[in-house]
């Protein structure tokens, strides 16, 4: 069973930094595509960006230069620094593994698939003074 479990959630002041981290269980991070999606309170989840098995990476246009995405996969963790963060960036973050190929492309490309991805359980991001 895949299990992915995310950290570093928390409360920041606007133009903080943070670090998510998410572990997984039962899957091979080397293997297949990795993303980080967010939730923001009545709206839609939406990919803020993804990494792919060779180590390329797509961004949101809205995190682009402020966040970077990355993984160990000796420790199977994936990684998304973010810096100067803005209070838009409050909301739920969730990490999302690939199950396929079709799963790398549509998380690639920063697609929230429900069925078609694994999720974890998130991690709350508030960004306020």
């Known amino acids: 069973e895949v299990q992915l479990v995310e950290s570093g959630g928390g409360l920041v002041q606007p133009g903080g930094s943070l670090r998510l981290s998410c572990v997984a269980s039962?899957?091979?991070?080397?293997?297949?595509?990795m993303g980080w999606f967010r939730q923001a309170p009545g709206k839609g989840r939406e990919g803020v960006a993804a990494?792919?098995?060779?180590?390329?990476?797509n961004y949101a246009d809205s995190v682009k230069g402020r966040f970077t995405i990355s993984k160990d996969n000796a420790k199977n963790t994936l990684y998304l620094q973010m810096n100067s963060l803005k209070p838009e960036d409050t909301a739920m973050y969730y990490c999302?593994?690939?199950?396929?190929?079709?799963?790398?492309?549509?998380?690639?490309?920063?697609?929230?698939?429900?069925?078609?991805?694994?999720w974890g359980q998130g991690t709350l991001i508030t960004v306020s003074s």
């Open positions: 999302a593994a690939s199950k396929g190929p079709v799963s790398d492309y549509v998380l690639l490309s920063l697609r929230a698939q429900p069925g078609l991805h694994y």
């Open positions: 039962g899957y091979t991070y080397s293997s297949y595509c």
């Open positions: 990494i792919a098995s060779d180590g390329s990476t």
